[in-house]
């Protein structure tokens, strides 16, 4: 296969802007999952009268594709009078998305703890908050970790739908450049440099935090 290399070149400051939005926009979502997951996964584990909406809401955000989701919140509510930024939308359907993610991985850690040590911390007079902290966290977490690893790649490489509301990412500049130069094998090549030079390092960090959290547990 042979490439042009000045083409690609040429090209790097497009994927360059591009990678921004696309790690911008990624780590608002990312960000937005986690604490919508954490909470929710708190919900589900202490077990109230919001158990069932939340669990409503983990099916409806895993069973229902980000695009469907992009859609609506692009197009579908401004039938109803709002009006969103695509930018907005993006980071709202990422959050929406990978909080059902996140909840059942915070949720694992959490019921993979024995139910005497939620039991022990409570009758020794600590708060629910207190116990959350000291007790359910740290040994959970670690437990969550590839998991949580797992989903936030997940969520990374997700971005890549948010071209549909024209929003410029990396897989955007890749099909312009495809529909503007015919250049397919060179934008390819670009793009897939692009994502594997930001998921191999995060694949990496997670794995070392997955055993920095294990040996400070153990």
Sequence with gaps: MDLDWEFMRHALPAFGRGLWLTLYISFAGIVGALGVGFVCALGLYFEGFYSKPIAF?????????????????YYGINQIGFSLSAGACAVIGLS????GYMTQSFLLGLKALPKIQLESALSLGLSRLQVLRYVLFPQSLAISLPSLGANVIFLLKESSVVSAIALVDV????KDLMGIYYKTNEALVLLILVYLGVLLPLSALFVWLE????????
């Design 57 to 73: 809401y983990v099916q409806l955000a895993r069973n229902t594709p980000l695009l469907i989701q992009l859609f609506f919140l």
């Design 96 to 99: 929406f998305l990978g909080g």
């Design 171 to 174: 897989m955007f500049v890749a």
């Design 211 to 218: 055993r920095y959290y294990k040996s400070k547990t153990c």
